[in-house]
């Protein structure tokens, strides 16, 4: 498909900005529900193993891995370490 204002492409901010917002506040929902799914597999994955973590504290140390946002505070070192697994590209 051609497109004759190629590659000087404009479009009005306003006319797609109800898009763009909804498009936020759907990536924001799918974060939170990929971070508690994250989380959920972390801590049963360390359980198996007979460690028990603290909840908030892996869902600070996934938020914090791939950039989604920084924390005020990380986990401990073994929350951070199972969120890293967790978040790592294969």
Known sequence: MDHLD???F?????VIAPWRRGFSA???????I???HLSTEAIKTSEIEGEL???DSV???????PGLETPDRKGKPAEQGIAKMMTSRR
């Open 34 to 36: 990929e971070t508690r």
């Open 53 to 55: 973590l603290n909840r």
């Open 26 to 32: 759907s990536q924001t929902l799918l974060s939170g």
């Open 59 to 65: 869902q600070a140390s996934i938020k914090y891995n």
């Open 10 to 14: 404009a479009c009005d901010g306003a």
């Open 6 to 8: 190629w590659p000087d």
